[in-house]
């Protein structure tokens, strides 16, 4: 089979069974467990476990809708999870006093991950078709007071309505679609003026366009592979990178 053709196999399983890269039977380890049949009327629990036995893991209840597009449908495997799993390892500590934006939220699972572990306040932003479902997910985790949701259009002004400095950037699954690379280093750019922003970025490798997005990106920041997660062996298997933005 071709390379294009083994591509296009792996995204249509992908949409099949989002979940299916990590909790793979020959894997040596997993970032998500096997999740029971819990969904019902559009409705899963996602559970992400603690690092270390013992250790409380989180779980997120999601509302899933695919009607505005894919992002409605959350993608709990891959960058998404990763991201999470990261967070968790990170511990409250991490975010406690901190300001956090979540580029691309979708159905804004690691925005509400960033939540329940203890950040001063979440901002979970993406489109407007995106906003009721992020809203929903809001309220079904109680996290009305710690999470608030914004529209926020890549390449646009940034909105009166965010803080126009946040103490971290967190980003999953955001290099997909290649008219919006640009847009989306304006709107990196806008919100890090400084290297005093953390910004934590999870990309999967997919196609070879993935190369423009990162040589837009490198003309304002420089980056590094995240080192310290115990879960990078298992997702690197999958093409899943989790980077350290810098701002230059």
């Known amino acids: 089979m071709s390379e294009r053709g083994n591509m296009e196999r ?10 299916r890269h990590l909790r793979s039977p020959d894997a040596d380890g997993v970032l998500v467990p096997a999740q029971p049949p819990s969904i019902l009327d559009q409705r899963t629990d996602l559970y992400i476990p ?19 597009g ?9 960058e998404a999870s990763v991201l999470s799993s990261y967070l968790l390892q990170r511990g409250p500590s991490f975010l406690r006093t901190k300001t956090v934006l979540e580029l691309g939220s979708g159905t804004g699972l690691v925005g509400l991950v960033a939540g329940h572990i203890g950040a001063e306040h ?8 995106l906003l009721d479902i992020m809203r929903q997910n ?4 109680s996290l009305l007071s710690t999470v608030t949701v914004a529209e926020l259009n890549w390449g ?3 909105p009166p ?3 126009q400095k946040f103490d971290v950037i967190l980003a999953a699954d955001c290099v997909y679609f290649e008219p919006a690379f640009p847009l989306l280093v304006k709107t990196l750019k806008d919100l890090v003026p ?15 366009a993935d190369k423009r997005f990162f040589a837009l990106l490198k003309k304002e920041f420089t980056w590094n592979e995240v080192t310290d997660d115990v879960n990078r062996e298992t997702y690197t298997r999958e093409a899943i990178s989790l980077l350290s933005l810098v701002r230059k």
């Not at 809001?138 to 985790?141: C, E, S, T």
């Open 10 to 19: 792996e995204e249509f399983l992908d949409d099949q069974d989002p979940l």
């Open 50 to 68: 603690g690092i270390n036995p013992g250790d409380p893991g989180i779980t997120v209840k999601l509302a899933l809708d695919a009607a505005p």
């Open 70 to 78: 894919c992002g409605g449908i959350a993608w709990p495997a891959g």
């Open 122 to 129: 979440v901002w979970i932003s993406d489109q407007s078709p």
């Open 138 to 141: 809001v309220r079904l985790n």
């Open 156 to 158: 646009d002004p940034l």
């Open 161 to 163: 309505s965010i803080p």
């Open 194 to 208: 400084d290297k005093s922003v953390e910004v934590l970025f999870c990309y999967k490798k997919r196609r070879k």
